[in-house]
Each structure stands twice: as C-alpha cells, then as structure tokens.
C-alpha cells in the first residue's frame, strides 16, 4: 500500500469557527462532528479535523494548498471581500500582494485561530503530475 496522508489535527480557539472559515474560504464542506472535532474534507481524501484547544497551547501551523486558477480567483475575491490582510511571503514582507512563483499565483493569510493558510496555484518546483 502506498503511504498517504489521511488526516491531520487542527487545533484552533474555536473549532466550528476554525472549520467554518477555512470553508468558506476553500468552498468546502464542514463535516458532521466526530467526538472533538469538525472535519473539513479535502478533494485529496485528507481530512482536516478541527480541534477545540486553549489559546496559550495552539502553536501556529502552515497549511498550503494546491487550488486550480479559477478557484484561486474565488478565494481571493472572498479574502478581500472580508478584508483580511493577505501577504504574497510566508513572512508577511509584503502586504496586500500575490506572488507569482513558478508561474502561478500565491497568497497568505491567517485563520482565526493565527495558523498561516496559504492559497497556490502551482506547487513548488513547477508544474508536476
């Protein structure tokens, strides 16, 4: 069997937030809640299961993902539409920008609970299947 990524913990301040928003943002399904947790299902089988946790333990994460132009386009109208401040670098030198990296477009911005999302366009490295 090929090793894949099934799911992963998310943990947020609020975890029905956490999900609603990354959601909305991604035009994805918040899932039925399975004991702690909000699942967010991704169209590579991953899940993304949203965990309510105290402030003072949730460490900041990267979450990179990989959206196709027209729902780049979707996303980063809604991430304006709500005014959240969007970067085109993980370090945030650069507000109000998109980047272009390996020929397709790139953002940053934050959830609710401070966890870096990052919307690309192209993996890195250039195209690959």
Same mark, same amino acid.
């Given at each position: ?7 992963? *913990?998310?943990?947020?301040?609020d +975890?029905?937030?956490? =999900?609603?928003? %990354?959601?909305?943002f %991604?035009? %994805?399904? !918040? /899932?039925?809640?399975?004991g ?6 991704? =169209?590579? /089988? !991953?899940?993304?299961?949203?965990a309510? =946790?105290?402030a ?10 990989? !959206? ?11 991430i304006?539409r ?11 030198l650069?507000?109000?920008? *998109? +980047?272009? +990296?390996d020929? /397709?477009r /790139? !953002?940053?911005f934050?959830d609710?609970?401070g966890?870096?999302?990052? %919307? ?10």
């Open positions: 069997m090929a090793i894949q990524l099934n799911h992963t *913990i998310i943990h947020s301040r +975890n029905r937030e956490s =999900a609603e928003f %990354l959601a909305y %991604l035009d %994805l399904e !918040v /899932g039925t809640p399975w702690p947790f909000i699942p967010v299902d991704t =169209a590579n /089988g !991953v899940t993304l299961d949203f309510t =946790a105290p003072e333990s949730i460490t900041p994460q990267h979450y990179a993902f990989l !959206v196709s132009e027209a729902e780049f386009d979707e996303a980063f109208e809604k304006k709500a005014k959240l401040t969007y970067y085109a670098d993980p370090h945030g650069h507000p109000g920008e *998109i +980047n272009h +990296n020929g /397709g /790139g !953002v940053y934050q609710p609970s966890h870096g999302m990052e %919307l690309i366009t192209r993996p890195y490295g250039g195209f690959k299947e």
